[in-house]
């Protein structure tokens, strides 16, 4: 068998690959691991709404309280509200179950670190280890783990701030992300595609609790529509309605709402580049920006690291996955880091990408400046590239050959200063992944096919 985490926990089509059986062993060694050393520890479990997270919660649930750990089920909420809750209520882990953009049938486990750190590969291996060996712990009598309201946890010896209720922690969440803002947003609109999944209440609550005029597009979930058709992977919807609407602009969050993509007045698109990079000089003129420096992965376009050099700001890389992100800023203290895909980290308000503070502080930055959105986005000028994906039988073997190498650097000769080439092995299929960037569109398509054709051959 392969590893079983991926870029981001344990994803799978429910009911198949990811079953009640698996979230059951998953969650039980997940709570042995991250539990140890605590007399009596706690766990923070949510979802989104897919249908098939009921099935897969009552079987984490399980897994949790079989191993001795008490449980908080705070329901439908997005994936760094759950994050958020894990370090608040000084939870041992958090269990988010959500397969994030993908569609309804798959569903995911995404699991948190106190504090609501994502896993580091090494825990990840401890929780295999232990799923393979097949004996978990199970203590009987008092010592089983209890699904808890508050009365009960405090006879526990934990501590939960306030009555514990969901409707108290999608509240707290709310009132954690306005003060995050920091900025009141009265005479903004906008439109918000909740995507019928996590956030469809929490997010137009925020954004109208902060000040704004919310329309709110498919935030109805009925467990079957989530992602269809709407979100950030699917922006025409959003697009049209900020026209129709006259909006400031509009957001897109995406299923588990840890991911935020936005579109301007006239329906432009304004990605995750281009929001980093807002944010970014936002916070370099306030003194916030540790280090003047932005966390960005591999694929983040040329265009940005011009746009940074030319603000004065460090642009670091990491490997493509918001985890690796989270790394290097908990590795250096940084204090803003993101993907083009619209994952944006800012470690002060929380340990994981958030589309609703994402599009928060994107607004705070319009109303301090009186600037329309794509009047700050136009400091970044893309740069066109081109993504091609080749399908190989060893994606490692072949990324690693050396004709590949030599005809990398071939290119990388070429382009001089006006470009950039990546080739990677794709993090979940047997793929290389070949990406070519250039001020010359044509040359861009010419060179990245070349080079799609000599791995091809390999």
Avoid: W
Wanted: one cysteine or more; hydrophobic letters at 45%; glycine letters at 12%.
């Amino acid at each position: 068998m392969g590893r079983l985490f991926g870029t981001d926990g344990v994803r799978g089509l429910a009911n198949e690959s990811l079953s009640p059986e698996l979230a059951l062993r998953v969650s039980g060694a997940a709570a042995q691991i991250l539990s140890r050393g605590k007399e009596r520890a706690l766990a923070v479990v949510g979802r989104d709404p897919r249908a098939s997270g009921e099935m897969l919660e009552a079987a984490v649930i399980a897994g949790l309280t079989a191993a001795g750990v008490d449980v908080l089920s705070v329901g439908v909420l997005p994936t760094p509200a759950v994050a958020y809750l894990t370090g608040l209520y000084d939870a041992c882990l958090g269990v988010m179950i959500s397969a994030s953009h993908n569609p309804m049938p798959d569903n995911g486990i995404k699991i948190f670190a106190a504090g609501g750190h994502k896993l580091d590969d090494a825990i990840e291996d401890k929780i295999e280890a232990l799923i393979a060996e097949g004996a978990p712990l199970r203590p009987t009598g008092a010592n089983i783990g209890r699904v808890l309201n508050a009365s009960g946890a405090r006879d526990h010896g934990l501590v939960i701030p306030d009555q514990y209720s969901v409707e108290g922690t999608h509240e707290r969440y709310v009132e954690h992300l306005v003060e995050a803002t920091g900025q009141d947003l009265t005479g903004l609109t906008v439109v918000v595609d909740c995507a019928h999944g996590a956030a469809a209440e929490v997010g137009p609550a925020a954004f109208r609790e902060a000040g704004a005029t919310v329309i709110a597009i498919n935030a109805e979930p009925d467990g079957l529509n989530i992602n269809d058709g709407c979100g950030s992977t699917h922006l025409d919807q959003i697009q049209r309605a900020v026209r129709e609407h006259d909006a400031d602009l509009g957001l897109a969050l995406d299923g588990d709402a840890d991911r935020c993509l936005a579109v301007d007045a006239d329906g432009a698109i304004v990605d995750g580049d281009a929001i980093m990079a807002i944010l970014a000089i936002a916070m370099k003129e306030a003194g916030e920006l540790a280090e003047n420096t932005l966390i960005a992965t591999v694929m983040s376009n040329l265009g940005l690291h011009i746009a940074m050099r030319e603000a004065g700001i460090t642009l670091r890389t990491t490997a493509v996955g918001d985890r690796y992100v989270l790394e290097e800023l908990r590795r250096g203290g940084y204090t803003l880091g993101g993907e083009q895909s619209g994952h944006t980290v800012m470690p002060k308000f929380g340990t994981t990408g958030d589309g609703i503070l994402t599009g928060l502080k994107l607004m705070a930055r319009m109303a301090a400046t009186k600037r329309g959105l794509a009047e700050l986005a136009n400091v970044l000028r893309t740069v066109p590239q081109v993504l091609v994906n080749v399908p190989v039988s060893d994606k490692a073997l072949v990324a690693a050959a050396p004709e590949v190498r030599e005809a990398v650097l071939e290119a990388e000769r070429i382009l001089g200063e006006t470009g950039r080439v990546l080739l990677r092995p794709s993090g979940t299929e047997q793929l290389v992944r070949v990406m070519v960037e250039a001020t010359d569109p044509v040359q861009a398509r010419q060179l990245a096919d070349d080079l799609a054709k000599r791995v091809a051959s390999v």
